[in-house]
Each structure stands twice: as structure tokens, then as C-alpha cells.
């Protein structure tokens, strides 16, 4: 069976098929009866309703906009009252107002605010290998929240509840960079949603998906109801980004860092020209000089922070580490990105920083990031008083969690 359980509750059909096809590529709606289950295990209109009115929630976790014109903050936030004088809490009634008059509510950043979706988050950023974002739309009968555009991430739409129909178009700008948004591009947006046809133009219903890469024109309206649906981005990595960590290894090169003339005009062209040979030379150079872990090790630098591991429950955690004993099983943290450098010493990469060890743990520590259970007292290469002092310290570096039997 395929272990990217959160990848398949967004993907009908085969995963590498999907991988090969469409990928980036294509738009591809899937069914609710070819998919695993509903959505409403992750998130649910009750639950938008808890989070608007119980929660505390602060801009930005919200937004809030009406046929594509986005609502200032002031109008739907205020004070927290005695205890938490805070100017910018979420304010229900002003929400149930805007709600109520067409507007649609955008619950920001759920991979970090709501339980279920932070866990379907961490395990899909490991099925994809990409940074991932979560937001919610909730939107009235009849209304449009968003008018054509582009975003600059991959999407999966996860229906929720109620219906809407959903209108997808070619790209204008080619997979487009975070730094190229649809406003670039806004002219030709509108254009291409006005006159060419659609290649996906279809109702979503609850327990329906719709993958939407990065670039593709989109918009969506709801139909006779409220209409709930998940947007699952996927902060997509791409070719430029080695391009730029490439071209920051140049900085490595004395020769390139030398001031440029006395009196250098960079807007004209003339003079560009006469230091541009010898640059790009010298860049040339640098970059088919830089190895696979000269770029490694900046990749992990940039991108591995991008997302966080499985949460910890700092106080069980705590007590988890005070009863370690000869027989606990534990396992690396879902979601955490690491690399163990063999060597001498052992090296343990992580997204913020590196822990070095002996030399002898060097089979154990493997073992213990390899991502699978293993048992104080059964790791290779060391006896088990040395295991449990490795297992201690690779818990209090929130490296490791115990599991439950």
C-alpha cells in the first residue's frame, strides 16, 4: 500500500502517474466516490464557527473579501477586552455581519491554528516533498469572494461543504516565481478568463478535489449554499531556486567581490560591457566549480525551516525524558528534516543547527533517524547505559519523541 496517505486523500487515481502527468502541468479534478473519504475529519463549517468566535484569533489568520476586493482589518476586528487589550482579535459580529451581506471569510494559516489540519499539513509536506500552506474559504450562496487569478504556489481544493463551481484556464505567465504575481499580469488575466475556454469547468461537492498548479487562472462562486472548501498550497521548490543558491556560492570568489571602477554608471550600457565578460567568466567558473554539497548545505540552510515538525507537547515531553528507560521505543519527530554526516565526529544536520557526537554512535544515531521505531537497548554499536545517554539527548534536542505501545 502507498504511504503517502495525505497525498492520496487529495490525488484520485495513481500517485506517480499523478507525479509524471500533471504534476505542475495540468489541472486534474478528482471525484469524492475515487477519493478515501470526506474532509469534514479535518475541518467543517462548526469548526470555522469556533475558530471565528472561541479561539482569540489575530490578523492575519484572517481575511475577508467580497468580488475580489479585500475588507480592511479595522472592520471586522477590535479589542480583546479586560485581560487582553489587544486592538486587532477577530471580532464575531462584525464576521456574521460581513458574512451576511456577501462577503467571503478566509481562515489563514490552518496548518497552525486547527489540530486536525496541522497534522494532515506535517504528513503531506513528507508526501510531497514541498512546504505546505492550508487555508479556508467559506463563502455565501451565491457569491464570489475572488475574481480570476493566478497564484504563485500549487493548490489542492478540498470541498468541504456546499457546492461551488470552479473555473480553471491556461497560464498566461509559465509557471510563474513568488515574486511574479497575477497583478503582473492582471490585463492579460482578465483576457484569457473572458475569452479562451476553460479546461476545467465543474461543481465541486463535498468530498471532491481539484489540483490547480501554479500559473493556471482560477475562480470560483458559490451556488445555492454556504460553500466551505480547503486551499492546500504547496510552496512549490523549483529549478531557480539552485539557480540562486548557485549564484550565491560566487560570493566565494575574491575576484567577484572586488569593487567595481571608480565612477561606475550600472545604467549604462557601455560601461557594463566592459566589466561583463570578465564577471560572467569568473561566474561561469565558480558555478561549474561548486559540488553537490557546497549546494546542499545551503538548500538545507534555505529551505529547510520552511516547515515545522509534528507538534510537541512540551509537558508530556518533559516527563517522557525523566522516565527514559532501557525498553522505551522512540522515533524521529514527524515531518523533522535531518541528515547524519558519518564522520568524526558523527554530525546530525537539522533545519536550525548541527549536534555533533562520537564516533561510536554513529550506526545508533543513523538508526534512530532512519524514521522507524526503535527500542532503548537494541541500537547497534552501543551498550545500553551509552543508548539511553544518546536517546536523552536526542529527545531534549526535541529530535526524538517516545511512542506509545
Not at 500533471?22 to 475515487?34: I, T, V
Not at 471586522?76 to 455581519?97: H, N, W
Not at 506535517?122 to 514541498?130: E, F, I, K
Not at 524514521?371 to 554499536?381: E, I
Request: proline share 7%.
Amino acid at each position: 500500500m502507498d504511504g503517502r496517505l495525505a497525498l492520496r486523500r487529495c490525488v484520485a487515481g495513481d500517485l506517480d502517474e499523478f507525479a509524471h502527468s500533471s504534476w505542475g502541468a495540468r489541472a486534474l479534478l478528482s471525484h469524492a466516490a475515487d477519493l478515501p473519504a470526506p474532509y469534514d475529519d479535518l475541518f467543517s463549517l462548526d469548526a470555522a464557527d469556533e475558530l471565528l468566535s472561541r479561539r482569540g484569533l489575530r490578523t492575519p489568520f484572517l481575511r475577508i473579501a467580497k468580488n475580489g476586493a479585500v475588507v480592511g482589518d479595522a472592520q471586522f476586528t477590535g479589542s480583546g477586552g479586560v485581560g487582553a487589550e489587544i486592538a486587532d482579535q477577530v471580532r464575531d459580529d462584525k464576521v456574521a455581519a460581513l458574512f451576511a451581506s456577501g462577503h467571503t471569510v478566509v481562515l489563514q494559516a490552518l496548518h497552525r491554528t486547527w489540530p486536525a489540519l496541522v497534522d494532515f499539513a506535517t504528513q503531506l509536506t513528507v508526501d510531497a516533498g514541498h512546504p505546505v500552506q492550508i487555508n479556508a474559504y467559506i463563502t455565501p450562496p451565491e457569491s464570489q469572494g475572488f475574481s480570476a487569478h493566478y497564484d504563485v504556489h500549487d493548490v489542492f481544493v478540498l470541498q468541504v461543504a456546499g457546492e461551488k463551481h470552479w473555473t480553471v484556464h491556461e497560464p498566461v505567465h509559465v509557471d510563474p516565481l513568488r515574486n511574479q504575481p497575477w497583478t503582473d499580469h492582471s490585463a492579460a488575466v482578465a483576457a484569457a478568463a473572458r475569452d479562451r475556454a476553460p479546461v476545467v469547468d465543474n461543481v465541486l461537492r463535498p468530498g471532491d478535489a481539484l489540483y490547480v498548479p501554479r500559473g493556471f487562472l482560477h475562480s470560483a462562486k458559490a451556488l445555492g449554499g454556504v460553500s466551505a472548501h480547503l486551499t492546500v498550497g504547496l510552496h512549490t521548490m523549483t529549478r531557480y531556486l539552485l539557480v540562486q543558491e548557485l549564484a550565491a556560492l560566487a560570493a566565494d570568489e575574491a575576484a567577484l567581490r572586488a569593487a567595481l571602477p571608480l565612477g561606475f554608471d550600472a545604467g549604462d550600457p557601455a560601461q557594463v560591457s566592459a566589466v561583463l565578460p570578465e564577471v560572467a567568466s569568473l561566474l561561469i567558473k565558480q558555478i561549474q566549480s561548486a559540488t553537490p554539497d557546497d549546494l546542499a548545505a545551503r538548500l538545507r540552510r534555505r529551505t529547510w525551516s520552511s516547515s515545522r515538525p509534528a507538534p510537541l507537547s512540551p509537558l508530556a515531553h518533559a516527563a517522557a525524558i525523566a522516565s527514559l528507560a532501557v525498553g522505551t521505543t522512540v522515533r524521529v519527530r514527524t515531518g523533522l528534516r535531518c541528515r547524519v554526516a558519518p564522520g568524526d565526529p558523527v554530525v546530525l544536520h537539522l533545519p536550525d543547527r548541527k549536534i555533533t557526537f562520537p564516533a561510536t554512535t554513529a550506526d545508533a544515531v543513523t538508526a534512530l533517524c532512519s524514521g522507524t521505531d526503535h527500542k532503548v537497548g537494541d541500537l547497534p554499536g552501543l551498550d545500553p547505559d551509552d543508548q539511553l545517554v544518546l536517546v536523552r539527548r536526542l529527545l531534549t534536542e526535541a529530535v526524538l519523541v517516545t511512542t506509545t505501545p
